[in-house]
């Protein structure tokens, strides 16, 4: 009798489902306290500068005052002034702002690209994937960065919006590749072959039930793209190629570094942008790395 009710028991009680993506992400996150403080960082920070730099006024910012040229820091500048008399913070603040919305503009429009044109890619295969891998093999053995700098330098009176563009234009190739790999194996599994044998359309298939097992890749991959353009907007703005001088960013506060006198004598010009420059990378870094280890714990739970 009491082996009975046990059986009984057993099968009543439901098996444990898998965990989902974000339940294996935020695991991760529990387990790395560098990965958890990076992520908090990140939020305050971006937070942070967001809502400071509303209260701001641009135009007044970057007025040139003699008077004040290369003042230290002190009570009326906190990280001093640079060589036409503006305030570093607030340049700071702007420029951290423009640098990052920049950054997430062009990891959205380059990740709505690559990923659709990768899962559809990666599903219907054929002729439709032979087109398009072309495409990206074009894209992949031109010197993307040059021709970027080509196009900023030919556009008369680019703005932030024509940046932006620019750069998305060239940049969504590696997301396509990437979700095209994996969207070619996904595309063979089981419940792919069996949504096509109900008849459900391929548009559904795609993004309601092929899309939603690669999120840990697409997270993992935009998070690290985000990264990746930041660093190379301050670095076109730290060459010259990037935002308009009347623009402050992080690249062009970097580039006071190359005056040799500015470098010894005015650290506060170019030092809060490195070091900010620093921070970001390295949260970022910290944050992706743990992503990646919940997509490949992800991947092997199934």
Same mark, same amino acid.
Not at 187 to 209: L, Q
Not at 235 to 247: A, H, R
């Given at each position: 009798?009491?082996?009975?009710?046990?059986?009984?028991?057993?099968?009543?009680?439901?098996?444990?489902?898998?965990?989902?993506?974000?339940? &294996?992400?935020?695991?991760?996150?529990?387990?790395?306290?560098?990965?958890?403080?990076?992520?908090?960082?990140?939020? &305050?920070?971006?937070?942070? =500068?967001? &809502?400071?730099?509303?209260?701001?006024?641009?135009?007044?910012?970057?007025?040139?005052?003699?008077?004040?040229?290369?003042?230290?820091?002190?009570?009326? %500048?906190?990280?001093?002034?640079?060589?036409?008399?503006?305030?570093?913070?607030?340049?700071?603040?702007?420029?951290?702002?423009?640098?990052?919305?920049?950054?997430?503009?062009?990891?959205?429009?380059?990740?709505?690209?690559?990923?659709?044109?990768?899962?559809?890619?990666?599903?219907?295969?054929?002729?439709?994937?032979?087109?398009?891998?072309?495409?990206?093999?074009?894209?992949?053995? =031109?010197?993307?960065?040059?021709?970027?700098? &080509?196009?900023?330098?030919?556009?008369?009176?680019?703005?932030?919006?024509?940046?932006?563009?620019?750069?998305?234009?060239?940049?969504?190739?590696?997301?396509?590749?990437?979700?095209?790999?994996?969207?070619?194996?996904?595309?063979?599994?089981?419940?792919?072959?069996?949504?096509?044998?109900?008849?459900?359309?391929?548009?559904?298939?795609?993004?309601?039930?092929?899309?939603?097992?690669?999120?840990?890749?697409?997270?993992?991959?935009?998070?690290?793209?985000?990264?990746?353009?930041?660093?190379?907007?301050?670095?076109?703005?730290?060459?010259?190629?990037?935002?308009?001088?009347?623009?402050?960013?992080?690249?062009?506060?970097?580039? %006071?570094?190359?005056?040799?006198?500015?470098?010894?004598?005015? @650290? @506060?010009? @170019?030092?809060?942008?490195?070091?900010?420059?620093?921070?970001?990378?390295?949260?970022?870094?910290?944050?992706?790395?743990?992503?990646?280890?919940?997509?490949?714990?992800?991947?092997?739970?199934?």
């Amino acid at each position: 009798m009491a082996e009975k009710q046990t059986v009984d028991v057993e099968k009543k009680t439901p098996a444990a489902s898998p965990p989902t993506g974000i339940q &294996v992400i935020a695991r991760e996150f529990v387990k790395d306290k560098l990965a958890m403080f990076s992520l908090i960082f990140l939020i &305050v920070l971006i937070g942070g =500068i967001y &809502v400071w730099s509303f209260m701001i006024d641009q135009t007044e910012l970057m007025k040139i005052s003699l008077r004040d040229q290369m003042a230290p820091p002190s009570e009326t %500048y906190w990280l001093g002034a640079d060589k036409g008399g503006r305030d570093i913070l607030g340049q700071l603040i702007i420029g951290a702002r423009n640098s990052i919305t920049i950054a997430i503009s062009v990891t959205l429009i380059t990740g709505i690209i690559g990923i659709a044109i990768g899962l559809i890619t990666g599903y219907f295969g054929g002729w439709i994937d032979n087109i398009f891998m072309r495409i990206i093999d074009f894209f992949i053995t =031109i010197p993307s960065l040059m021709i970027i700098i &080509v196009f900023i330098s030919i556009v008369p009176k680019y703005t932030v919006v024509t940046f932006v563009l620019i750069m998305s234009v060239f940049l969504w190739v590696g997301t396509a590749r990437l979700v095209r790999s994996k969207a070619l194996s996904e595309s063979r599994r089981d419940y792919i072959n069996a949504s096509k044998t109900m008849g459900t359309s391929d548009a559904v298939i795609i993004f309601k039930e092929m899309m939603p097992n690669l999120s840990s890749i697409l997270i993992v991959e935009m998070t690290l793209n985000f990264a990746g353009n930041v660093g190379l907007e301050t670095g076109l703005s730290y060459l010259g190629f990037g935002l308009p001088q009347s623009t402050p960013s992080l690249g062009t506060l970097v580039a %006071y570094a190359n005056d040799p006198f500015i470098l010894e004598n005015a @650290w @506060w010009n @170019w030092l809060p942008a490195s070091l900010l420059i620093l921070l970001l990378m390295l949260a970022i870094n910290y944050v992706g790395q743990a992503i990646r280890r919940s997509a490949d714990a992800r991947q092997r739970l199934g």
